[in-house]
């Protein structure tokens, strides 16, 4: 009796397309199922209940899966249909952002291509409230894993700049991922950071007044609560990037102060 022939799925079939593309050097083939993927994920993302966010983070992850293999023009829908992410539908209330995570996630998988969209998702209006700054503390984790150095100055400006201190951490630590920056570009972002950290440590080593009819200053309150938040990511980028290791801001500044033409430990020559 002959054997029933074999019935190959779609994504079998796809598999073996881009598999002998690859092996004879050839541009991927496009997914023939990746139209219908993205109208799927537009749907979730508006859906006015917001029931679909599970379904629609589940299908996130499958279409940045072994992107490397995609076909480029395809790339390039996911990223920006993944981008709209952020900007389709009702807004998530701050304590229900996973969808947004996850997006944020799929974008840094993707480096450099994603970095533009997972900027705009950090800077988008809809979530600039200070009650939605632990996500863009996520969002800014994501986007330093890009590694795009055209995100750098943005990075360093919300490490120096941003009200919330988790944005400042998340910012700082964020710095850490670009350790081939030029020489005196990584040197600017030290230099800098090591400044802010120094004015955190004086403002925060200030007396509280002690007299009750003085005007109240929470200025070195604030400023030891930041410092409680950006001591760990900040010292662990400003070792990254130097070579160094130092526990707070005076012993920072003092290596430098020594060191005016160090070298980022990448860049050092020979043992």
Do not use: C
């Not at 029931?51 to 076909?71: P, S, T």
């Not at 020489?183 to 972002?189: A, G």
């Amino acid at each position: 009796m002959a054997r029933p022939a074999t019935i190959r799925s779609p994504f079998r079939l796809l598999t073996g397309l881009l598999l002998a593309a690859a092996a004879a050097g050839q541009e991927p083939a496009s997914d023939p199922s990746l139209p219908g993927q993205l109208k799927d994920l537009r749907a979730l993302v508006k859906d006015p209940k917001m029931e679909g966010d599970l379904r629609a983070g589940d299908l996130i992850q499958v279409l940045v899966k072994d992107h490397d293999k995609r076909n480029p023009k395809d790339l390039d829908k996911i990223t920006a249909a993944i981008g709209e992410v952020f900007k389709l539908g009702k807004v998530r209330p701050p304590e229900q952002t996973r969808l947004y995570e996850q997006a944020g996630q799929a974008l840094a998988s993707l480096g450099k291509r994603g970095a533009k969209d997972l900027r705009a998702g950090v800077t988008d209006e809809r979530i600039k409230d200070r009650n939605y700054a632990r996500l863009r503390a996520k969002l800014i984790e994501s986007l330093g894993r890009t590694k795009d150095e055209e995100q750098v100055d943005f990075l360093l400006e919300q490490a120096l700049r941003s009200p919330d201190d988790l944005v400042i951490a998340a910012a700082g630590g964020a710095l850490a991922n670009f350790t081939e920056l030029e020489v005196p570009k990584v040197r600017d972002v030290v230099k800098r950071l090591i400044g802010r950290y120094g004015e955190y440590v004086a403002k925060g080593s200030q007396l509280d007044p002690t007299d009750p009819n003085a005007p109240i200053d929470i200025g070195p309150q604030n400023a030891r609560a930041t410092l409680a938040a950006i001591k760990e990511p900040w010292n662990a980028t400003l070792a990254r990037l130097t070579g160094q290791s130092f526990s707070d801001a005076p012993d920072w500044q003092r290596w430098l102060n020594k060191n005016k033409d160090w070298q980022p430990p990448a860049r050092k020559s020979g043992p």
